[in-house]
Protein backbone atom coordinates (compact mmCIF):
# COMPACT_ATOMS: atom_id res chain seq x y z
CA UNK A 1 0.00 0.00 0.00
CA UNK A 2 1.21 3.44 -0.65
CA UNK A 3 1.14 6.55 1.80
CA UNK A 4 -2.58 7.28 2.54
CA UNK A 5 -4.78 8.01 5.20
CA UNK A 6 -1.79 9.58 7.03
CA UNK A 7 -4.25 13.17 7.96
CA UNK A 8 -7.64 12.17 6.41
CA UNK A 9 -9.58 9.24 5.65
CA UNK A 10 -11.17 11.64 2.97
CA UNK A 11 -8.90 10.26 -0.34
CA UNK A 12 -8.94 13.73 -1.69
CA UNK A 13 -7.81 15.80 1.38
CA UNK A 14 -5.15 13.20 2.19
CA UNK A 15 -3.98 13.75 -1.22
CA UNK A 16 -3.57 17.36 -0.81
CA UNK A 17 -2.29 16.85 2.78
CA UNK A 18 0.92 14.48 1.49
CA UNK A 19 1.44 17.50 -0.86
CA UNK A 20 1.97 19.83 1.42
CA UNK A 21 4.03 17.40 3.51
CA UNK A 22 6.84 16.56 0.35
CA UNK A 23 7.45 20.26 0.35
CA UNK A 24 9.06 19.93 4.06
CA UNK A 25 12.70 19.01 2.46
CA UNK A 26 12.82 22.33 1.15
CA UNK A 27 11.20 24.35 3.72
CA UNK A 28 8.04 24.06 2.02
CA UNK A 29 6.06 23.09 5.66
CA UNK A 30 6.48 21.68 9.09
CA UNK A 31 5.03 18.40 10.56
CA UNK A 32 3.70 19.69 13.36
CA UNK A 33 1.79 23.07 11.53
CA UNK A 34 0.81 20.81 9.08
CA UNK A 35 -0.81 18.05 11.01
CA UNK A 36 -1.85 20.29 13.46
CA UNK A 37 -3.98 22.08 10.47
CA UNK A 38 -5.21 19.28 9.19
CA UNK A 39 -6.82 18.01 13.27
CA UNK A 40 -8.41 20.93 12.87
CA UNK A 41 -10.80 19.88 9.41
CA UNK A 42 -13.60 17.86 9.88
CA UNK A 43 -13.36 15.15 7.21
CA UNK A 44 -14.88 16.42 3.67
CA UNK A 45 -15.30 20.22 5.18
CA UNK A 46 -14.01 22.35 2.08
CA UNK A 47 -15.35 25.52 4.28
CA UNK A 48 -13.21 24.48 6.74
CA UNK A 49 -9.94 23.21 4.89
CA UNK A 50 -9.96 27.34 3.08
CA UNK A 51 -10.82 28.72 6.61
CA UNK A 52 -7.93 26.33 9.05
CA UNK A 53 -5.29 26.58 6.15
CA UNK A 54 -5.28 30.17 5.88
CA UNK A 55 -5.33 30.67 9.41
CA UNK A 56 -1.72 28.78 9.56
CA UNK A 57 -0.33 30.87 7.11
CA UNK A 58 -1.66 34.03 8.29
CA UNK A 59 -0.12 32.94 11.49
CA UNK A 60 2.97 32.24 9.92
CA UNK A 61 2.70 35.23 7.71
CA UNK A 62 2.80 37.17 10.48
CA UNK A 63 5.27 35.57 12.70
CA UNK A 64 7.85 35.86 9.69
CA UNK A 65 6.76 39.91 9.44
CA UNK A 66 8.21 40.00 13.19
CA UNK A 67 11.13 38.08 12.45
CA UNK A 68 11.81 41.10 9.46
CA UNK A 69 10.92 43.40 11.63
CA UNK A 70 13.09 42.57 14.27
CA UNK A 71 16.06 41.77 11.88
CA UNK A 72 16.11 37.65 11.93
CA UNK A 73 16.00 37.34 8.36
CA UNK A 74 16.43 33.51 8.25
CA UNK A 75 13.50 33.36 10.34
CA UNK A 76 11.49 35.58 8.09
CA UNK A 77 12.97 33.30 5.37
CA UNK A 78 11.77 30.20 6.52
CA UNK A 79 8.30 31.43 7.65
CA UNK A 80 7.59 33.03 4.54
CA UNK A 81 8.16 30.18 2.63
CA UNK A 82 5.75 27.90 4.89
CA UNK A 83 3.04 30.59 3.99
CA UNK A 84 3.66 30.21 0.32
CA UNK A 85 2.33 26.07 0.93
CA UNK A 86 -0.33 26.59 3.48
CA UNK A 87 -1.59 29.71 1.14
CA UNK A 88 -1.46 27.67 -1.68
CA UNK A 89 -3.03 24.52 0.15
CA UNK A 90 -5.91 27.02 1.49
CA UNK A 91 -7.29 27.38 -2.00
CA UNK A 92 -6.81 24.17 -4.14
CA UNK A 93 -10.68 23.05 -3.75
CA UNK A 94 -11.37 25.94 -5.69
CA UNK A 95 -10.45 25.53 -8.98
CA UNK A 96 -14.07 26.34 -10.78
CA UNK A 97 -15.63 28.65 -13.04
CA UNK A 98 -15.93 31.37 -12.65
CA UNK A 99 -12.81 32.59 -11.03
CA UNK A 100 -13.98 32.28 -6.75
CA UNK A 101 -12.53 35.45 -5.18
CA UNK A 102 -11.57 33.32 -2.49
CA UNK A 103 -9.47 30.94 -5.09
CA UNK A 104 -8.04 34.23 -6.30
CA UNK A 105 -6.96 35.36 -2.77
CA UNK A 106 -5.31 32.76 -1.93
CA UNK A 107 -2.71 32.77 -4.89
CA UNK A 108 -2.25 36.38 -4.43
CA UNK A 109 -1.21 35.64 -0.87
CA UNK A 110 0.88 32.87 -2.12
CA UNK A 111 2.47 35.29 -4.17
CA UNK A 112 3.07 37.67 -1.80
CA UNK A 113 4.80 35.33 0.62
CA UNK A 114 6.92 34.19 -2.13
CA UNK A 115 7.68 37.58 -3.03
CA UNK A 116 8.57 38.36 0.87
CA UNK A 117 10.81 35.27 1.03
CA UNK A 118 13.26 35.94 -2.54
CA UNK A 119 14.00 39.26 -0.81
CA UNK A 120 15.92 37.35 1.92
CA UNK A 121 16.90 34.21 0.02
CA UNK A 122 20.51 32.80 0.32
CA UNK A 123 19.87 32.14 -3.34
CA UNK A 124 20.05 35.02 -6.15
CA UNK A 125 16.34 35.15 -7.42
CA UNK A 126 15.01 37.30 -9.75
CA UNK A 127 11.43 38.59 -10.89
CA UNK A 128 11.83 38.34 -15.00
CA UNK A 129 9.23 38.17 -17.65
CA UNK A 130 8.99 35.86 -20.68
CA UNK A 131 7.58 37.24 -24.09
CA UNK A 132 5.04 35.17 -25.34
CA UNK A 133 2.79 35.97 -28.25
CA UNK A 134 1.93 39.21 -27.34
CA UNK A 135 1.59 39.32 -23.84
CA UNK A 136 4.13 38.51 -21.05
CA UNK A 137 4.77 35.56 -18.49
CA UNK A 138 5.80 36.43 -14.91
CA UNK A 139 8.55 34.25 -14.02
CA UNK A 140 11.26 33.49 -11.41
CA UNK A 141 15.40 32.78 -12.61
CA UNK A 142 17.33 31.92 -9.29
CA UNK A 143 21.11 31.11 -9.98
CA UNK A 144 23.29 28.69 -7.58
CA UNK A 145 26.28 29.96 -5.76
CA UNK A 146 29.29 30.31 -7.86
CA UNK A 147 29.97 31.58 -11.33
CA UNK A 148 28.37 30.84 -14.38
CA UNK A 149 27.30 29.69 -17.09
CA UNK A 150 25.14 27.33 -14.81
CA UNK A 151 22.80 24.14 -16.35
CA UNK A 152 19.69 24.87 -16.25
CA UNK A 153 16.40 23.77 -14.97
CA UNK A 154 13.49 24.74 -16.88
CA UNK A 155 9.97 23.55 -14.88
CA UNK A 156 6.33 22.94 -16.14
CA UNK A 157 4.04 22.42 -13.25
CA UNK A 158 0.49 20.60 -13.47
CA UNK A 159 -3.17 21.54 -13.70
CA UNK A 160 -3.32 23.39 -10.42
CA UNK A 161 0.64 24.01 -9.77
CA UNK A 162 2.00 27.55 -9.67
CA UNK A 163 6.01 28.39 -10.28
CA UNK A 164 5.64 29.55 -6.51
CA UNK A 165 4.95 25.47 -5.50
CA UNK A 166 7.94 24.93 -8.38
CA UNK A 167 10.56 25.99 -5.99
CA UNK A 168 9.46 23.59 -3.83
CA UNK A 169 9.07 20.48 -6.73
CA UNK A 170 12.73 20.72 -8.14
CA UNK A 171 13.77 23.92 -7.92
CA UNK A 172 15.32 23.98 -4.30
CA UNK A 173 16.95 20.28 -5.49
CA UNK A 174 18.41 21.88 -8.40
CA UNK A 175 19.84 25.04 -6.65
CA UNK A 176 21.60 22.92 -4.30
CA UNK A 177 23.10 20.90 -6.77
CA UNK A 178 24.24 23.37 -9.13
CA UNK A 179 21.67 23.98 -11.51
CA UNK A 180 19.90 27.80 -12.31
CA UNK A 181 16.31 27.76 -12.05
CA UNK A 182 13.48 29.45 -14.13
CA UNK A 183 10.26 28.18 -12.49
CA UNK A 184 7.10 29.73 -14.39
CA UNK A 185 3.04 29.54 -14.99
CA UNK A 186 2.47 28.82 -18.36
CA UNK A 187 -0.91 29.21 -20.01
CA UNK A 188 -3.84 27.74 -17.79
CA UNK A 189 -1.49 27.61 -14.80
CA UNK A 190 -1.13 30.22 -11.55
CA UNK A 191 -0.79 33.38 -12.23
CA UNK A 192 -1.39 33.15 -16.31
CA UNK A 193 -4.74 31.85 -15.71
CA UNK A 194 -5.62 34.07 -12.66
CA UNK A 195 -4.20 37.30 -13.61
CA UNK A 196 -3.75 37.36 -17.43
CA UNK A 197 -7.02 34.50 -17.80
CA UNK A 198 -4.78 32.50 -20.46
CA UNK A 199 -5.95 28.68 -20.29
CA UNK A 200 -4.17 25.50 -21.65
CA UNK A 201 -2.98 24.79 -25.13
CA UNK A 202 -2.32 21.54 -26.43
CA UNK A 203 1.24 22.38 -28.33
CA UNK A 204 3.54 23.51 -25.63
CA UNK A 205 6.33 24.27 -27.61
CA UNK A 206 4.70 27.61 -27.95
CA UNK A 207 5.21 28.38 -24.54
CA UNK A 208 8.22 26.96 -24.38
CA UNK A 209 10.17 27.61 -27.10
CA UNK A 210 10.38 31.10 -25.52
CA UNK A 211 11.58 30.33 -22.64
CA UNK A 212 14.44 29.26 -24.51
CA UNK A 213 14.76 32.09 -26.58
CA UNK A 214 15.22 34.30 -23.31
CA UNK A 215 17.24 31.97 -21.43
CA UNK A 216 19.77 31.57 -24.74
CA UNK A 217 20.21 35.21 -24.32
CA UNK A 218 21.76 35.56 -21.08
CA UNK A 219 25.70 34.98 -20.70
CA UNK A 220 25.19 33.36 -17.37
CA UNK A 221 23.21 29.89 -19.21
CA UNK A 222 25.11 27.37 -20.57
CA UNK A 223 23.10 26.67 -24.31
CA UNK A 224 24.29 23.03 -23.92
CA UNK A 225 23.10 22.10 -20.58
CA UNK A 226 19.31 23.11 -20.42
CA UNK A 227 16.71 20.74 -18.94
CA UNK A 228 13.61 20.56 -19.83
CA UNK A 229 11.15 18.89 -16.33
CA UNK A 230 7.61 18.32 -16.22
CA UNK A 231 5.38 17.21 -13.40
CA UNK A 232 2.06 16.22 -13.32
CA UNK A 233 0.47 17.67 -16.29
CA UNK A 234 3.34 18.73 -17.06
CA UNK A 235 4.34 15.22 -17.51
CA UNK A 236 2.27 15.94 -21.03
CA UNK A 237 3.27 19.29 -21.68
CA UNK A 238 7.15 18.70 -21.22
CA UNK A 239 7.12 16.15 -23.93
CA UNK A 240 4.73 17.69 -26.11
CA UNK A 241 7.04 20.85 -26.40
CA UNK A 242 9.82 18.42 -26.50
CA UNK A 243 8.91 16.87 -29.91
CA UNK A 244 9.17 20.34 -31.64
CA UNK A 245 12.00 22.18 -29.45
CA UNK A 246 14.96 20.28 -29.89
CA UNK A 247 17.75 23.04 -28.27
CA UNK A 248 16.66 21.20 -24.82
CA UNK A 249 19.36 18.81 -23.39
CA UNK A 250 17.78 16.63 -21.36
CA UNK A 251 13.58 15.94 -20.86
CA UNK A 252 12.08 14.52 -17.66
CA UNK A 253 8.62 14.01 -17.48
CA UNK A 254 7.23 12.88 -14.01
CA UNK A 255 3.49 11.27 -14.58
CA UNK A 256 4.19 11.36 -18.22
CA UNK A 257 0.85 11.13 -20.15
CA UNK A 258 0.81 9.22 -24.01
CA UNK A 259 -3.22 10.36 -25.36
CA UNK A 260 -4.63 11.83 -22.45
CA UNK A 261 -7.09 13.17 -24.62
CA UNK A 262 -7.75 9.97 -25.68
CA UNK A 263 -8.30 8.47 -22.17
CA UNK A 264 -10.71 11.32 -21.48
CA UNK A 265 -13.85 9.34 -22.26
CA UNK A 266 -13.38 6.98 -19.84
CA UNK A 267 -14.25 10.24 -17.48
CA UNK A 268 -17.73 9.30 -19.20
CA UNK A 269 -20.27 6.49 -17.61
CA UNK A 270 -19.61 3.64 -19.58
CA UNK A 271 -23.10 3.64 -21.59
CA UNK A 272 -22.07 6.95 -22.98
CA UNK A 273 -18.22 6.68 -23.76
CA UNK A 274 -18.54 5.90 -27.98
CA UNK A 275 -21.13 9.29 -27.41
CA UNK A 276 -19.03 11.72 -26.66
CA UNK A 277 -17.70 13.03 -29.42
CA UNK A 278 -21.30 12.51 -31.54
CA UNK A 279 -23.64 12.57 -28.76
CA UNK A 280 -26.41 15.55 -27.93
CA UNK A 281 -24.68 17.95 -26.06
CA UNK A 282 -27.77 19.21 -23.46
CA UNK A 283 -27.68 15.48 -22.85
CA UNK A 284 -23.96 14.26 -22.61
CA UNK A 285 -24.06 17.87 -19.76
CA UNK A 286 -26.43 16.52 -17.75
CA UNK A 287 -24.97 12.98 -17.12
CA UNK A 288 -22.09 14.97 -16.33
CA UNK A 289 -23.39 17.17 -13.83
CA UNK A 290 -24.91 14.56 -12.29
CA UNK A 291 -21.86 12.72 -11.75
CA UNK A 292 -20.53 15.63 -10.86
CA UNK A 293 -23.18 16.00 -8.38
CA UNK A 294 -22.50 12.72 -7.02
CA UNK A 295 -18.47 12.52 -6.50
CA UNK A 296 -17.19 15.79 -5.48
CA UNK A 297 -13.76 14.04 -7.06
CA UNK A 298 -15.05 13.65 -9.95
CA UNK A 299 -16.92 17.32 -10.02
CA UNK A 300 -13.29 18.54 -8.77
CA UNK A 301 -11.46 17.18 -12.11
CA UNK A 302 -14.09 18.80 -13.60
CA UNK A 303 -14.78 21.74 -12.41
CA UNK A 304 -10.75 21.85 -12.72
CA UNK A 305 -10.68 21.23 -16.06
CA UNK A 306 -13.27 23.78 -17.28
CA UNK A 307 -11.70 26.61 -15.32
CA UNK A 308 -7.90 26.12 -16.89
CA UNK A 309 -9.14 25.02 -20.46
CA UNK A 310 -11.55 27.73 -20.37
CA UNK A 311 -14.68 25.99 -21.03
CA UNK A 312 -18.41 26.80 -19.54
CA UNK A 313 -19.42 23.09 -19.59
CA UNK A 314 -17.92 19.95 -18.84
CA UNK A 315 -18.40 18.14 -22.05
CA UNK A 316 -16.99 21.40 -23.99
CA UNK A 317 -13.74 20.66 -21.61
CA UNK A 318 -13.57 16.84 -22.55
CA UNK A 319 -13.99 17.28 -25.97
CA UNK A 320 -11.61 19.96 -26.02
CA UNK A 321 -8.88 17.30 -25.30
CA UNK A 322 -9.17 15.26 -27.86
CA UNK A 323 -6.42 17.62 -28.95
CA UNK A 324 -3.60 16.53 -25.89
CA UNK A 325 -1.29 13.81 -27.59
CA UNK A 326 1.93 12.79 -27.90
CA UNK A 327 0.74 9.94 -30.67
CA UNK A 328 2.59 9.87 -33.26
CA UNK A 329 5.06 12.96 -32.34
CA UNK A 330 6.87 11.01 -29.22
CA UNK A 331 9.81 9.91 -31.89
CA UNK A 332 10.49 13.52 -32.99
CA UNK A 333 11.68 14.08 -29.14
CA UNK A 334 15.67 13.83 -29.81
CA UNK A 335 17.64 14.81 -25.97
CA UNK A 336 17.41 11.93 -23.71
CA UNK A 337 14.28 11.65 -21.87
CA UNK A 338 13.30 10.25 -18.70
CA UNK A 339 9.89 8.60 -17.48
CA UNK A 340 9.11 8.75 -14.00
CA UNK A 341 5.88 7.34 -12.47
CA UNK A 342 4.69 6.56 -8.77
CA UNK A 343 3.28 2.46 -8.43
CA UNK A 344 -0.54 3.40 -7.44
CA UNK A 345 -0.60 6.60 -10.29
CA UNK A 346 -3.10 5.68 -12.66
CA UNK A 347 -1.23 8.34 -14.89
CA UNK A 348 1.38 5.47 -15.09
CA UNK A 349 -0.80 3.24 -16.94
CA UNK A 350 -0.08 5.87 -19.87
CA UNK A 351 3.54 6.09 -19.00
CA UNK A 352 4.35 2.60 -21.30
CA UNK A 353 2.94 4.14 -24.43
CA UNK A 354 5.21 6.95 -24.34
CA UNK A 355 8.53 5.01 -23.63
CA UNK A 356 7.52 2.55 -26.48
CA UNK A 357 7.47 4.97 -28.77
CA UNK A 358 10.73 7.65 -27.76
CA UNK A 359 13.33 6.79 -30.04
CA UNK A 360 15.78 9.19 -27.72
CA UNK A 361 17.67 7.84 -25.71
CA UNK A 362 15.55 6.47 -22.39
CA UNK A 363 15.14 5.30 -19.24
CA UNK A 364 12.33 5.08 -17.16
CA UNK A 365 12.10 4.84 -12.96
CA UNK A 366 9.16 3.67 -11.64
CA UNK A 367 8.88 4.52 -7.64
CA UNK A 368 7.78 2.14 -5.24
CA UNK A 369 5.39 1.98 -2.43
CA UNK A 370 7.96 0.09 -0.18
CA UNK A 371 10.20 3.21 -0.33
CA UNK A 372 6.91 5.17 0.32
CA UNK A 373 7.12 6.75 -3.22
CA UNK A 374 4.37 4.98 -5.15
CA UNK A 375 2.22 8.48 -5.31
CA UNK A 376 0.96 10.66 -7.99
CA UNK A 377 4.27 12.70 -8.11
CA UNK A 378 5.78 10.44 -5.99
CA UNK A 379 4.47 12.77 -3.18
CA UNK A 380 5.99 11.78 0.13
CA UNK A 381 9.47 10.74 -0.97
CA UNK A 382 10.62 14.27 -2.62
CA UNK A 383 14.45 13.69 -1.40
CA UNK A 384 14.23 10.18 -3.31
CA UNK A 385 13.21 11.59 -6.30
CA UNK A 386 15.39 14.38 -6.40
CA UNK A 387 18.07 11.78 -5.55
CA UNK A 388 17.14 9.73 -8.80
CA UNK A 389 16.39 12.17 -11.31
CA UNK A 390 19.26 14.74 -10.97
CA UNK A 391 21.69 11.82 -10.21
CA UNK A 392 20.42 10.95 -13.92
CA UNK A 393 19.99 14.83 -15.10
CA UNK A 394 23.80 14.66 -13.81
CA UNK A 395 25.41 11.72 -15.58
CA UNK A 396 23.00 12.43 -18.42
CA UNK A 397 24.35 16.26 -19.44
CA UNK A 398 27.89 16.07 -18.38
CA UNK A 399 28.69 13.27 -20.54
CA UNK A 400 31.64 13.89 -22.77
Known amino acids: MGLTDIGFTDPMFDGQFLRALDTIPYGGADIGEAFMTARRI???????????????????????????????????????????TYYRTSGIFLYKPPLDPAFVKSYQQQKSSFQKAIELSEWAIENVTIPYEDKKLEAYFAKPHGS???????????????????????????????????????????????????????????????????????????????????????????PRAATAEHRIAALVADAPQFTPGQNAKYLMPEQYREQLYTGDANELNAVLENEMAKSEGFAFTMDRG????????????????????????????????????????????????????????????????????????????????SQKVFDWLDDTINRP
Open 42 to 84: PVGDRDAWLTEWRATADRIYAQAEASVAAGHRVSAYEGYLRAV
Open 148 to 238: GPYPVLTMVGGYDGTKEEGFFAGGVAALRRGYAVLLIDGPGQGGALIEQGLVFRPDWEAVVTPQLDWLLARPDVDADRIVLMGRSWGGYLA
Open 306 to 385: MLTHGFDTPLEYLRETKHYTLKGLAAQISCPTLLCTGENDVRGNDAQPLFDELTAPKEYFRFSNADGAGEHDEAGAGALF
